[in-house]
């Protein structure tokens, strides 16, 4: 394979030096990071010349967490993002069934729906859901993921009465006759959602390669499956076999289910057809958007409302153990403090037993307590921040906890003051997995309202950008495959229009993603901006 030679634009290393004049790629690897008079005799004569023209040249993006099964599922889910009211929901969920002539009987799923921005400030309930989609079981699911609704029909599908009993660390809504609403959250949720049928293997494959071309339009290179659970083992199972997995895909499996971690043993610390298992996730608590984060402290309009664990501290600790055991990587998924808290007490007595986590990850760490920084650091807990909050819910959250808890949300400043390694992340589906948003979230922390957010938790786009390239790979414990531009290094590249560090801040996010290069082949081309 020939050599391809990059010059003519700025490119950043995300090392030292920080800027080179040129890069030269021999096939999936970099072979030479420097000046273009040497790049040009360790390319040769025969090397392919890319001239930037200006353009800068960086390491492709990581995603350092997101489910990219649920970003494929949700392809083929009614997008309620835009409704504006629980009427809007109903008729979009309708509407969906008409236009893709979606048999009787068989299941419909939207997802996307957030109570804040409905005018009722509530989901429509299953009987306003029974109206427009009478002959179809039909679920809707919070933007965040962790609560929805089911129509009467899905209840009945899946079994649920006035009696059915609700699971621990989850809820299920009755109005004032004590009948059940058909919303739930976290637990009760989830274990409804999945004895759901899945979407059409087929169509679902499909929209696989769709989802991955999505993260690659926006500069990533290698992605995260977020929550490997049981129904999605045979799914995985065939990406791997028809070899359709083109980005690098980490999978975490359920943490409360070894048997999928088991399943994919082979796959450990190495890809096999673009896949690994990185470990083990597991749900500590809800989402703040949605009022289901632990807290330490009341949300500021209900006194005696904390949110709620999903796991007892017994289950927490038996989960770490079982991590250590294996010698694998624990996400833990923490939003509120107090579920801050239960991770780092569990961290520190299976430490204490002789059983300490390599790298273990505390996943959005949302309102994560600055006096709680010193012990993250401590465990050596790499927090990954789901930075664009302060952009897409800082005005919920100055709602729910308060200007000064809402202008800590995301503490990468204080993080940084502590020299505390932190990653960036999406979860999509949540939001798109832009990347770029994400740095000028961090840079900027403004809200849709235009309010500056705890200003000193803003950081540099130069740490903002390491966040998702040299701090995720170190995350992924690939720091010596990727990440940075350093010959030996896999050839991981993305092109932007502009130089992150050279623009005004206020504009990061305008920046355009031309091309994305993973192993050294191109995987997403914007041709109307090409490199030549």
């Not at 021999?26 to 890319?50: H, K, N, T």
């Not at 309708?94 to 893709?100: K, L, N, Y």
């Not at 703040?288 to 984060?293: L, N």
């Amino acid at each position: 394979m020939s050599d391809i030679l990059y010059f003519g634009g700025p490119i950043l290393t995300m090392t030292e030096p920080l800027y080179a004049q040129a890069l030269v790629t021999e096939g999936a690897f970099i072979r030479y990071v420097g000046s273009l008079e040497e790049a040009e005799c360790a390319a040769g004569p025969d090397a392919r010349r890319v001239d930037l023209a200006g353009r800068a040249l960086l390491p492709a993006f990581l995603d350092a967490h997101s489910h990219l099964a649920a970003t494929a599922n949700g392809l083929l889910q009614a997008p309620l993002e835009d409704c504006a009211d629980g009427r809007g929901v109903c008729q979009r969920m309708a509407d969906f069934i008409r236009e893709r002539k979606i048999p009787q009987g068989a299941w419909v799923k939207g997802k996307g729906y957030d109570q804040n921005t409905l005018a009722e400030g509530a989901p429509p309930d299953r009987w306003a859901l029974d109206r427009t989609c009478p002959d179809h079981p039909v679920v809707i699911q919070h933007a965040s993921g962790h609560m929805g609704v089911f129509n009467s029909l899905a209840l009945e599908r899946l079994g649920v009465t006035e009696d059915t009993t609700c699971p621990a660390g989850g809820s299920m809504a009755r109005d004032g006759a004590g009948r059940l609403t058909g919303y739930m959250e976290e637990n009760a949720f989830f274990s409804l959602l999945s004895q759901a049928p899945m979407e059409d293997p087929a169509q679902l494959l499909a929209a696989f390669s769709d989802a991955q071309d999505r993260y690659a339009a926006h500069g990533i290179a290698t992605v995260q499956e977020g929550m490997l659970s049981a129904p999605l083992v045979p799914l995985y199972q065939e990406l791997i076999r028809q070899d359709r997995l083109k980005l690098d895909v980490v999978g975490y499996a359920d943490g409360g289910d070894p048997a999928v971690a088991e399943v994919f043993s082979d796959y450990r610390a190495k890809y096999h057809r673009n896949f690994k298992l990185g470990g083990y996730k597991i749900f500590l608590d809800g989402s703040p958007q949605g009022r289901t984060a632990w807290m330490r402290q009341p949300y500021v309009d209900e006194p005696d409302y904390r949110g709620y664990p999903t796991l007892t501290d017994d289950q927490v600790y038996e989960r770490v153990c079982l991590a250590a055991d294996h010698g694998l990587q624990l996400l833990a998924h923490c939003n509120g403090d107090a579920a801050a808290k239960q991770f780092l007490s569990a961290l520190e007595k299976a430490a204490a037993a002789g059983r300490k986590l390599d790298r273990p990850v505390m996943i959005h760490a949302q309102l994560l307590g600055l006096d709680q920084l010193e012990q993250v650091k401590a465990l050596g807990v790499i927090p990954s921040f789901f930075v664009a909050h302060v952009y897409h819910w800082g005005e919920v959250h100055v709602e729910n906890f308060g200007p000064s808890r809402a202008a800590e949300i995301s503490p990468a400043g204080s993080a940084l003051a502590l020299d505390l390694p932190f990653t960036f992340h999406q979860d999509a589906p949540v939001i798109q997995p832009d990347m770029l948003e994400t740095v000028w979230c961090a840079v900027n922390r403004r809200t849709k309202a235009g309010r500056l957010l705890g200003p000193e938790q803003r950081v540099s786009t130069l740490v903002a950008l390491k966040a998702v390239t040299v701090n995720a790979a170190h995350q992924y414990f690939e720091e010596n495959q990727k990440g940075s531009l350093v010959p030996g290094k896999r050839a991981d590249l993305v092109i932007l229009s502009d130089d992150p560090l050279a623009v005004d801040p206020a504009a990061i996010r305008e920046i355009q993603v031309l091309e994305t290069i993973k192993a050294g082949t191109t995987i997403y081309s914007n041709q109307e901006k090409k490199v030549p």
